[in-house]
């Protein structure tokens, strides 16, 4: 027996899936309409689990409460970018990999003090890529979600069972640990 339960974060985010291939027969048309850059209202749901309950809870909701800061912070309202994208130079001009700011839960930024006197929009662009290394499906996304929490919550000694990351109303991937 165990208990399960989940909390639910929005964020509006783009990107590009730039490997995208459609077999016609199931597609129905060629259309390749993920390669371009789009955007989504996503939604991530985080299922934590327990086999015994402290305080009668398998935690407190608000011990997500840094999960919600982490979306708004680093991805709410930003391009997320595959640092293997063929497209990568052409969309960020003037930025070299290996210059990047690495983070922790496995994500790159344009380091912004490189282009400190550059005109607005371009600082602006910069500032809007959230680069990793995965094509950023739903799948992937779902993944990387997991891993991020897992590691956070590990400290609390809660168990992530899954998580479920909606890119539409109607598409959605769920990736289990």
Same mark, same amino acid.
């Given at each position: 027996? $165990?208990?399960?339960?989940?909390?639910?974060?929005?964020?509006?985010?783009?990107?590009?899936?730039?490997?995208?291939?459609? %077999?016609?027969? +199931?597609?129905?048309?060629?259309?390749?309409?993920?390669?371009?850059?789009?955007?989504?209202?996503? =939604?991530?749901?985080?299922?934590?689990?327990?086999?015994?309950?402290?305080?009668?809870?398998?935690?407190?909701?608000?011990?997500? %409460?840094? +999960?919600?800061?982490?979306?708004?912070?680093?991805?709410?309202?930003?391009?997320?970018?595959?640092?293997?994208?063929?497209?990568?130079?052409?969309?960020?001009? %003037?930025? =070299? =990999?290996?210059?990047? @700011?690495?983070?922790?839960?496995? $994500?790159? @930024?344009?380091?912004?003090?490189?282009?400190?006197?550059?005109?607005? $929009?371009? @600082?602006?662009?910069?500032?809007?890529?959230? @680069?990793?290394? +995965?094509?950023?499906?739903?799948?992937?996304?779902?993944?990387? +979600?997991?891993?991020?929490?897992?590691?956070?919550?590990?400290?609390?000694?809660?168990?992530?069972?899954?998580?479920?990351?909606?890119?539409?109303?109607?598409? =959605?991937?769920?990736?289990?640990?």
């Amino acid at each position: 027996m $165990h208990w399960k339960i989940s909390k639910e974060f929005d964020f509006c985010y783009g990107h590009r899936v730039w490997s995208q291939t459609l %077999n016609t027969e +199931f597609s129905l048309d060629p259309c390749l309409k993920c390669r371009h850059l789009h955007g989504h209202q996503g =939604k991530i749901l985080v299922y934590l689990e327990a086999a015994e309950l402290k305080d009668g809870m398998v935690t407190d909701f608000k011990h997500l %409460n840094w +999960f919600k800061l982490f979306l708004d912070d680093v991805l709410d309202h930003k391009f997320v970018l595959d640092i293997n994208d063929p497209l990568f130079h052409t969309l960020i001009p %003037n930025v =070299k =990999k290996e210059e990047l @700011i690495k983070f922790p839960e496995g $994500h790159s @930024i344009v380091d912004l003090t490189k282009f400190k006197d550059d005109e607005t $929009h371009m @600082i602006e662009l910069y500032e809007g890529y959230v @680069i990793v290394d +995965f094509v950023p499906t739903s799948e992937n996304l779902s993944a990387w +979600f997991l891993k991020i929490v897992q590691k956070k919550m590990d400290k609390l000694g809660v168990k992530v069972s899954h998580i479920e990351f909606l890119e539409t109303p109607k598409s =959605k991937s769920t990736f289990y640990a």
